[in-house]
């Protein structure tokens, strides 16, 4: 693996593959919550947290209609 993190010394195949890892080593969270102000590094952990407060639940079961707010979690109910 010719890409390593200078700070774990953790190897990758893909350049990108380490800089999304190294973001993992800094306090750096851009990205805000509008209703309680907890930080994220990346966005989309900001959109998927949002949906705490605006109670969205996007991913519906095609078997009974239940709907979760991560497709994740819609995952383990179907098994």
Known sequence: ???????CGKG???????LVHQ????????????DCGKGFRWNEHLI???RIHTRERPHKCP??????????TLTQHQR
């Open 1 to 7: 693996r010719p890409y390593k993190c200078s700070e």
């Open 23 to 34: 973001q993992t080593h800094t306090q750096d969270r851009p990205f805000h919550c509008r």
């Open 63 to 72: 078997q009974c209609g239940e709907r979760f707010s991560q497709s994740s």
């Open 48 to 50: 998927r947290h949002q």
């Open 12 to 18: 990758f195949l893909i350049s990108t593959h380490l």
